[in-house]
């Protein structure tokens, strides 16, 4: 086996640098595309969230009516 040279040397390790900062900037890339996307999934979390108390609000205001269309329906059978 010979001995590696030191421009050899050298130049493998600039090699594995060049490939550990070219994963780096990919990850980064990736990592913004990630929060990016956190971002829109919460906003969306929100969203839905806020949709369904104004949807339990109506629910219960209908379910008022109904109750007091009822009442009046039953005391207009009663009053017959």
């Known amino acids: 086996q010979r001995p590696v040279r030191p421009e050899e040397r050298l130049e493998r390790l600039e090699e594995g640098l060049g490939r550990?900062?070219?994963?780096?900037?990919?990850?980064q890339s990736e990592?913004?595309?990630?929060?990016?996307?956190?971002?829109?999934?919460?906003l969306e979390a929100l969203a839905l969230k806020e949709s369904i108390a104004r949807l339990e609000d109506e629910k219960l205001r209908v379910k008022k009516k109904v109750d007091t269309l009822l009442a009046k329906l039953d005391?207009?059978?009663q009053s017959a």
């Open 31 to 42: 990592n913004l595309a990630l929060k990016d996307s956190l971002e829109a999934k919460d």
């Open 75 to 77: 005391g207009l059978i």
């Open 20 to 27: 550990l900062l070219m994963t780096f900037e990919s990850l």
